[in-house]
């Protein structure tokens, strides 16, 4: 009868684990690996600067949802949150992660400093609302340094033309 009751017992436990590991693995892509997806989908080398307007829907959801585990680790909070966005599956919450994920490559997302993933002064210190870094294309980079008379006409030209390849 006891060596029943501990298998039962066991069995239970080991059913109970498996749920809790089978789903902790759902959230388990890093914001790094789907940055490398994004650079492979855009074409993109390591220092290219990832224009957030380019990137497709289904990664920007796939960016939002990695910004969102590393930000609330802790599988129940998580799920709670998700929830209250929506729920698994929702359109709301695809468009929250989607928007997560812009927000994060736009430089307007930074949870380590308590902006919130919505961004500042929504859930986090509206003090921070001016203090993040624009996108600046490519070219924007070139025309500022053509314009500060940093380079000369020609050598904007002939980088100009190599960007547009």
Do not use: C
């Amino acid at each position: 009868m006891k060596y029943n009751a501990f298998l039962i017992f066991s069995a239970f436990v080991l059913i109970i684990n498996f749920g809790i590991f089978a789903d902790s693995d759902k959230h388990s892509t890093s914001v790094e690996e789907v940055l490398l997806e994004i650079r492979r989908e855009l074409g993109l080398s390591l220092d290219d600067a990832i224009n957030p307007d380019r990137v497709p829907p289904f990664l920007l959801e796939e960016l939002g949802e990695a910004v969102m585990s590393e930000a609330h680790p802790d599988p129940e909070q998580h799920e709670w949150m998700e929830n209250t966005m929506g729920g698994e599956g929702s359109e709301s919450l695809a468009t929250a992660h989607r928007w997560m994920g812009y927000r994060y490559l736009s430089g307007g997302y930074n949870y380590e400093q308590g902006y919130g993933m919505m961004g500042p002064g929504m859930m986090g210190n509206p003090d921070t609302l001016y203090n993040r870094i624009p996108y600046e294309s490519p070219e924007d980079i070139l025309k500022r340094r053509y314009a500060g008379g940093e380079i000369n006409r020609e050598e904007y030209l002939k980088m100009l033309e190599d960007l547009r390849k």
